[in-house]
């Protein structure tokens, strides 16, 4: 009568939440009929002034891909109507129609609630927060339609692209904001309302006051993010605008950008430690416009981790940059659609059976 | 083709991984043969000094009980002999045998890697690490042996009986160690090595270089568990010597104590305000044997999370303390058994419907 681990962990990754299935590894099921050419999926990463949109197949892998620039704050529907533009114009060049797409998954710069696919406040920008994404796009495309936030979908992106055999991964997003993607038994952790993995605006240990844009002080991104080590580079008399700045002027041996970048690594080390504590993950993932910086980066997020974390907890804990780079986001986008297909078709056919 | 969130919701509950099954609330499906009384369950919650024991039905009702004073130190075989005859006594007196039990459900005080029901240091003590747990109890009783370490043991029993219609929890005990135990759409959340939610060592914010037992300083536990708390008063001279000692002054009006128990909740509320952001549960629980002092402690966690996380996850989140008390323990423990078996049973009738 007693099932082993071993099934109870194959049929249960086989049929998690929409979304959120597990990538199961193995080989579906004798009588579970899926061809993984048969249809395509698209992602979509927006942030707040690009739009890249990839179309896949059902293993995930980019058939083909489009970059756009986009202003975000124009608002939903232009965004949005562009994007389901570019949809058409990948499936046309790839000689697919509308049949053949499984479904839409759209990544976007702030917290969304999965269910509804609706954005949620802050920082979403103006327009669109509670606004419908999955309703408006099935105006152009009548497929399912999944959202997320970037960071989400970067982490299920780098998680299927770079670590497949892992089960629990914390992707880190390091740039202007910062924020996590936890990846837990397989499966995206969202919390109550999306929020999961809002690092942003946790208070950083022995952090002066500078005041953050969400009207507390000593947040971790108002001492860490981008901007304040932009700020900090041109207090030194080192000129940097943009995080691609600080990148090039680290690659190009600039001891006070490293200088800058590994007390940065600290900073976050001392939160992301306490996230290991809590989470006990294999691995950690440094993402996001900054991890291009390399070594200076991560290496301080080691220091700290590795001095603050039980044996137990780092014994076995590794922490990279991340792989995936520009894809990362729209693969995971992707992703979001094969999970679903997969778990769908699954659990038509339990229903079926058990009907 | 495509089945609801709410089908794919229902059927990935029934099926989760063994000891991390969902309770799914509703009735299950009409093919499924599932009487809750046809057989019975054990939970046993371990700790330093006690051993619980309680035979449930497999709804998780107590059917009886019996608490004994257990010495963890003389170790796993003399420990779990003992809990063995407690096992029959109960069965004998409740007019069951051998045949009629499900299985045993077992909290330890320390990391447990789950899939073997090993316990792994730190904390436990000598003799306990690495120890066969299962093996050794189905020499007794050849039944399935779930091992999972106290805290999150306590979880699921405080979620079963108090807050079962809740999707996401944190529970925290706070007593001479401090712990959490991480409930994420309904399931426990234990890491790649059982670790998850070791929070006694993480660094506290703010804190003096308090040396810890772990050989690090700062550690939540060295500034806010009951040891800390006990040398505090008795510098202050209040003579205090148990957790027991500290919640019986409390409710006696000493304000003295009410001061350190709120400054403790304050310190700790620095550690679970970065857990909020990270998890965004919808309630965070205090329990544990330091909870029993009421508001001074919880007041003091509430203070901190709620002034240092984001609105959106805390706008509908609570803190509370625990109400299931004394059974938590073994009625989660025992709540093992009956999702392993849940699961067990439904995987069973999949295998053979696929076959």
Chains 1, 2 share one sequence.
Not at 46 to 55: S, Y
Not at 87 to 114: F, K, S, Y
Not at 162 to 191: E, M, N, Q, W, Y
Not at 323 to 328: I, L
Request: aromatic content about 2%; charged content about 15%; overall charge neutral.
């Amino acid at each position: 009568m007693t099932a082993s681990f071993e099934n109870l962990r194959r049929l249960s990754g086989l049929l998690a939440p929409s979304g959120e299935a597990a990538s199961t590894g193995g080989r579906p099921p004798a009588r579970f009929a899926f061809n993984p050419q048969a249809r395509v999926a698209v992602g979509v990463d927006l942030g707040a002034t690009h739009g890249n949109v990839a179309l896949t197949d059902l293993h995930g892998r980019v058939l083909s891909e489009a970059a756009e620039r986009v202003d975000i704050t124009a608002g939903p529907v232009v965004v949005l109507d562009r994007v389901a533009a570019t949809i058409g114009r990948l499936l046309d060049a790839a000689g697919r129609g509308a049949g053949d797409l499984a479904g839409i998954g759209i990544g976007v710069p702030g917290p969304v609630e999965h269910s509804s696919g609706r954005p949620r406040r802050p920082p979403i920008m103006p327009g669109w927060d509670g606004f419908d994404v999955p309703g408006h796009v099935r105006r152009h495309w009548d497929v399912p339609v999944l959202v997320d936030n970037d960071v989400n979908i970067m982490a299920l992106g780098e998680h299927v692209t770079a670590h497949p055999g892992l089960d629990h991964l914390l992707f880190v997003k390091v740039a202007t904001g910062i924020g996590a993607g936890i990846i837990s038994g397989r499966r995206l952790l969202r919390g109550a309302v999306g929020a999961a993995g809002d690092l942003g605006h946790v208070a950083a240990p022995h952090a002066p006051d500078v005041l953050c844009a969400c009207g507390n002080t000593g947040c971790l991104e108002a001492v860490a993010g981008g901007r304040a080590i932009i700020r900090q580079l041109t207090a030194a008399g080192v000129p940097a605008a943009t995080n691609s700045d600080i990148v090039a002027l680290v690659h190009g041996g600039n001891l006070v950008v490293a200088q800058a970048l590994r007390q940065a690594g600290r900073t976050i080390g001392e939160v992301v430690a306490t996230c290991v504590s809590l989470l006990n993950p294999e691995l950690v993932v440094i993402g996001g416009s900054l991890a291009g910086a390399g070594e200076s980066l991560v290496a301080g997020v080691r220091e700290v981790v590795y001095g603050r974390s039980l044996p137990l907890a780092t014994g076995h804990l590794q922490i990279v940059t991340a792989t995936s780079g520009f894809q990362a986001g729209v693969i995971g986008a992707a992703t979001m659609v094969v999970q679903h297909t997969l778990a769908a078709e699954r659990v038509d056919r339990e229903l079926a059976n058990s009907g």
